[in-house]
Structure formats: C-alpha cells, structure tokens
C-alpha cells in the first residue's frame, strides 16, 4: 500500500512509509520503498517543478503511482536501494509520458518543436512536448544501445548519481560516464533533427 498523501515535498521517510498491512516478503518492496521515500518524493518534485501551475498530477501522485507499478510486478526480488531507484526512474518515466499524451491529446494539437538537451536538469523543468520528444528519441536509442538508455533513465528521470547508476546496472562508474556523454551526445543529435 503506498504512503500517504501529504503536500510537503520535505516530508520524511519514517513518517511516510507504507502501511503495515501487507506482508514483507524477504527482498520485498515493502522492505526497501520507505527507506527511498523522502528521495523519490525528492526526484518526482524536481520533475514536477516546470510544469504549469493546477498541474493535476502532484509530486505524492507521481511517487504513489510509480510504487503502484513496481508493486504490480510479482515475484520481483528488491536487493536494495539503487534496484529500486532504477526500478522507479523507470515507472515516473511512463507515468510522465503517459500524462503528457494525454494532455497533447486533449490540446488536439501536434507540431512538438524539438529542443536540444543541454543539461538533464533543464529538460526536467520544461516538461510537456519535449518530454515526448526525449521519450521517443529514447525509445530508438534503446534499439541503439540499450545500456544507454538505461543510464538516461536512471541518470534523468531517476536522480540518480554516477556510482548509484553503476550498481543498478552493474557495470563500473567510468562506463557510466561514457554512456552519459555518448547517450546525451546521441540525443541531442535526435532532437535537432
């Protein structure tokens, strides 16, 4: 069951964590996801920042909906932190697209301008068209270099540093590094064309 709701992005993990009331498996979601609260809600407000304002997908929405996808998943061993992390970055990733279409949707509208990613940090804040940009460009770099894309995810949509990056997909830092440059460079490539 996910946390309760609560305005306050500052809000910690111990008063947030999930209910009880389900079982904890060993490895279990419910042992790792409120230890990562505070930093989600942290990564999901960041996202949220440049969005307009009555946005009606809030910083708690987007944290519960993406522990709702990752407790949809069975039989899934959590071995810890950057695992979870990962997983996450993963779940807010479809969540914010699939708001985005549905807000493109309901404006009828389409001619999204791409914009070339500068810095992970500013394209977060811009949101809305260009998240669809990045997102389908992302989709082809998966059929490039999955490894790629899986460190943008994390790296982008997750938060997540260098070394917490390499744990979760278990290669070295220095290959982090290079995926970053190469994926980002790949990208911008994508969205100026």
């Not at 990962?86 to 779940?91: D, E």
């Not at 290959?175 to 460079?185: C, E, G, P, Q």
Request: charged residues 25%; proline residues 6%.
């Amino acid at each position: 069951m996910p946390p309760t709701p609560d305005a306050s992005p500052d809000r910690s993990a111990d008063a947030a964590a999930p209910s009880d009331a389900a079982p904890r498996a060993a490895g279990g979601l419910d042992e790792v996801f409120p230890a990562l609260y505070a930093e989600l809600r942290r990564v999901a407000h960041r996202h949220l920042g440049g969005e307009r304002t009555g946005h009606t997908l809030g910083t708690t929405a987007l944290v519960h909906e993406a522990y709702l996808e990752l407790a949809r998943l069975e039989h899934v061993r959590w071995p810890g932190r950057p695992y979870v992390l990962a997983a996450a970055s993963r779940a807010m990733r479809r969540i914010l697209i699939d708001h985005a279409v549905a807000r493109r949707a309901q404006k009828r509208g389409g001619g999204a301008v791409a914009e070339p990613l500068v810095d992970a940090v500013a394209m977060a804040e811009s949101r809305g068209d260009e998240l669809l940009a990045l997102d389908e460009a992302l989709d082809r770099l998966t059929l490039v270099n999955e490894r790629y894309a899986r460190v943008v995810e994390c790296r982008f949509f997750g938060g997540m540093s260098v070394e917490e990056t390499a744990e979760a997909l278990g290669t070295s830092p220095a290959t982090v590094k290079r995926d970053w440059t190469l994926a980002r460079a790949w990208l911008n490539r994508e969205l100026a064309g």
